[in-house]
């Protein structure tokens, strides 16, 4: 399946963070085709937020996106997205390829906080993720994935999808998690349980006091499924869920109980999720 690449609408960004006297500043920015920022700007005084910007709207099969980060020490920065990044369905068999890369360096932290990404029926896509930490780097990174749209009852009765998100400390992995969606394991008791939306919250630098705090945090409710899980002092957060902003609603809750406690920062919401 999907092996055919060629041709395909290339989109790169590679963004490099460091520390001048007063803040943290964009030292690198590279861009090859649809695939840029908006200005940097600082709610929080030295924190550099940063929103990323893909003005096609969609990926379509044949389409590589790649997102490489890297941070220096002392930096700290926050990335998110103004919108849904949306898959299209894919002709010709054609795979659409997003590749995403973080290197977060010693005493720095990142905090990759993007909305949900719609993926539609028929699609082809693959999916890599990998956050490479170093010493006491600090990061607070979700995924979430809506496969189809709920809301008018479209479901993903089509299409192949493989997931690869990673997560490794001084070259030592800590979590590698692999999945592969067609339409027939949707329904599977050991994968989505019927549900199109599932998300990974990842928190680094975490103690029991963090881990209670956002056990806390998971309502009593229907139409959704989350474990909490605590590998050495990264907590691992997965939910599943009939709606999107049953794990977003969730996750952003976790967010900002928590940030008071790992990055010592009380949370400064992005100005982009009210609109």
């Given at each position: ?55 096609p ?9 790649t ?17 849904a ?13 997003i ?78 998690d ?12 050991v ?21 209670d ?9 229907k ?7 605590q ?28 940030r008071?406690?790992?990055f ?6 992005p ?5």
């Open positions: 399946m999907c092996d055919d690449l060629a041709n395909s609408w290339v989109a790169k960004l590679e963004l490099h963070f460091s520390k001048s006297k007063s803040k943290t500043f964009l030292s690198k920015r590279k861009h090859i085709g649809p695939l840029t920022i908006q200005r940097a700007f600082y709610p929080e005084g030295d924190l550099c937020h940063l929103y990323l910007l893909h003005p709207g969609g990926v379509v099969g044949g389409d590589q996106l997102i490489e980060v890297k941070t220096d020490s002392n930096s700290c920065s926050l990335i998110t997205t103004p919108g990044t949306k898959i299209y369905r894919s002709k010709d068999c054609k795979c659409a390829v590749n995403q890369s973080f290197s977060i360096a010693n005493d720095s932290s990142l905090e990759w906080l993007p909305m949900e990404t719609i993926i539609f029926p028929g699609a082809e896509s693959n999916f890599f993720t990998k956050f490479s930490l170093s010493g006491n780097a600090k990061l607070a990174a979700w995924e979430v994935q809506c496969l189809g749209r709920p809301a008018i009852n479209e479901s993903f009765d089509a299409g192949n999808l493989k997931f690869n998100f990673e997560l490794w400390r001084d070259d030592t992995p800590i979590l590698i692999k999945l592969k969606i067609n339409q027939s394991e949707l329904d599977n008791v994968g989505l349980r019927g549900h199109p939306v599932f998300g990974t919250f990842i928190i680094s630098s975490a103690s029991q006091t963090v881990l705090l956002v056990r806390s945090k998971i309502p009593q409710g139409g959704y499924i989350y474990g909490v899980t590998i050495e002092d990264i907590i691992v957060i997965r939910g599943l869920a009939n709606k999107t902003h049953l794990i977003q609603d969730i996750f952003r809750n976790i967010w900002q109980s928590v008071p406690l790992v010592d920062r009380e949370a400064s919401v100005r982009i999720w009210a609109t």
